[in-house]
């Protein structure tokens, strides 16, 4: 820059300059960048952090169930499934679901007859 010439406040138009020679321009003078999306990011995280135990937990729930009281035990895996699929596990939730759903209809249909 040549002294005569005054820096640009941040936000302020820069000037068109006429001069012999061209420069390239970064982010001196662009707008400052804010990350907006780092929170929400956060947020998403503590989530998926809260709905990773609940769905370990379901999905304990629902393999004991297939050995022990399968009803009881099938019954608080899929709730708890539903509860971690809210906060964000999906796949445990999903998979705590489906293992109690099956402990269930095995208790209930299968079972008796043995």
């Not at 040549?2 to 012999?20: D, F, H, W």
């Not at 400052?32 to 937990?57: V, Y």
């Not at 393999?63 to 009803?71: E, G, K, N, R, W």
């Amino acid at each position: 820059m040549k002294k005569e010439e005054s820096v640009p406040e941040i936000g302020a138009s820069v000037p068109i300059r006429t001069s012999e020679y061209r420069e390239e321009t970064a982010a001196e003078i662009a707008a400052p960048f804010t990350d907006t999306r780092s929170g929400e990011q956060d947020e998403f995280r503590e989530r998926t952090a809260g709905g990773t135990g609940m769905g370990t937990l379901a999905l304990a729930l629902s393999i004991i169930s297939l050995f022990v009281l399968p009803i009881l035990f099938g019954a608080a895996g899929i709730v708890l499934g539903f509860v971690a699929r809210n906060r964000g596990a999906t796949g445990l939730g999903a998979w705590a679901i489906g293992i109690g759903v099956v402990s269930i209809v095995i208790g209930i249909f299968i079972l008796p007859f043995f």
